[in-house]
């Protein structure tokens, strides 16, 4: 068990247990700020350090392979001077298909990355969270102990203190566990040696609006799903303008009008969807921008409580414990604010991802 500091000495001074206690709990506050800010013991890894590794991931390489093999075949039809119409057709719709394609797997590729990159941070600060739990519950079995010891408490008090610290290391395990886990899925995903992740730079914030009215619509409708059924449309009436009376018979003409009929819908039916689903991840991300600034408020009000507490206890009007909670509830703001950050990043990329477009101030995605 972590040795703390004894109770102060009848007639010691309030100002030296609060040093005391400041400064023991200024060990937590290290710890968490080993876990948010770069150190020089090991190397901080921001977001943008994984997100440049989405590019290797399977499903984007495999996606420009296909882009790639597309254009070449494209060129080849196109300079075959025997080539039919809807071979020509055909072609340029697949290279038109590939190349949104490849931008929707990388764009998916950012959003995995991100998504695996804020649960380490997150799983970081749970162990932070839970280290400065668990030293609280070490604090209140020492003063349990010595309670009992002066018989204002009882053994069933001690029993309880310390079935609260079983718990609370148990919890520090768990999250410890929980952090390994979340490193090693991130190195998976990105193939990095994962260490200490860095704090978002919140500036990026600050331009962080999605598109709006006919703009977004406009970008939605460019993903592949509606360009795939554009490209029906488009080779249903090719089909349908090749077919000529003389040589073509009346069934297969009705066939060909019926196609038309059923692409045009479909497209239609599309469009309406894929609208919907763009206003969706649209006020989605207006909605964690706002999540992100009440967060943002709570933890300035919790740090500004905070600083009273501690004057408070320099004064010797709280007792160390009452301190020590308040410490552990601006940790858990803390955390809540990290994770509406992270809320903010993944409905902004889950946004460029449904629109294919960078948002702007998001540098390289």
Do not use: C, K
């Amino acid at each position: 068990m972590t040795s703390l500091a004894p109770t102060p000495r009848r007639g010691a001074t309030p100002t030296g247990r609060g040093r005391r206690t400041v400064t023991r709990w200024a060990g937590v506050a290290g710890t968490l700020a080993a876990v948010l800010l770069l150190n020089g013991l090991a190397w901080a890894q921001g977001l943008d350090d994984f997100l440049v590794r989405a590019g290797e991931s399977v499903a984007v390489v495999s996606a420009e392979l296909e882009r790639s093999d597309a254009q070449r075949a494209l060129a080849r039809v196109e300079s075959d001077p025997l080539a039919l119409r809807p071979e020509i057709v055909q072609a340029r719709q697949r290279a038109e298909l590939a190349e949104v394609e490849a931008t929707e797997a990388l764009l998916a590729a950012y959003g995995e990355v991100a998504a695996s990159w804020a649960r380490v941070r997150e799983a970081e600060l749970q162990v932070a969270l839970a280290t400065a739990s668990r030293d609280l519950a070490e604090r209140q079995l020492e003063i349990a102990q010595l309670r009992q010891e002066r018989g204002s408490a009882t053994v069933l008090d001690v029993q309880s203190a310390a079935t609260d610290l079983l718990d609370a290391e148990r919890a520090l395990q768990g999250a410890r566990d929980g952090a390994f886990l979340a490193r090693a899925d991130l190195g998976g995903v990105t193939g990095l040696e994962v260490e200490a992740t860095e704090s978002l730079d919140r500036s990026r914030f600050e331009r962080l609006r999605p598109p709006d009215g006919d703009e977004l619509l406009a970008l939605a409708l460019r993903v592949p799903a509606v360009l795939r059924l554009q490209h029906a449309v488009e080779l249903a009436d090719l089909g349908a303008s090749l077919l000529d009376p003389s040589f073509a018979s009346r069934r297969q003409i009705d066939d060909a009008r019926l196609q038309q009929e059923q692409a045009t819908a479909g497209e239609r039916e599309a469009r309406r969807g894929i609208t919907l689903r763009a206003r969706s991840l649209a006020n989605a991300l207006v909605s964690a921008l706002e999540g992100d600034r009440i967060a943002q408020e709570a933890l300035a009000n919790a740090r500004e409580r905070e600083d009273v507490e501690r004057r408070r206890l320099e004064a010797g009007l709280i007792a160390e414990i009452a301190f020590e909670g308040v410490r552990l509830q601006t940790l858990q703001v803390e955390l809540q604010a990290v994770q509406a950050e992270h809320a903010v990043v993944e409905a902004a990329l889950a946004l460029q991802a449904g629109i294919l477009t960078p948002l702007e101030g998001w540098h390289g995605l």
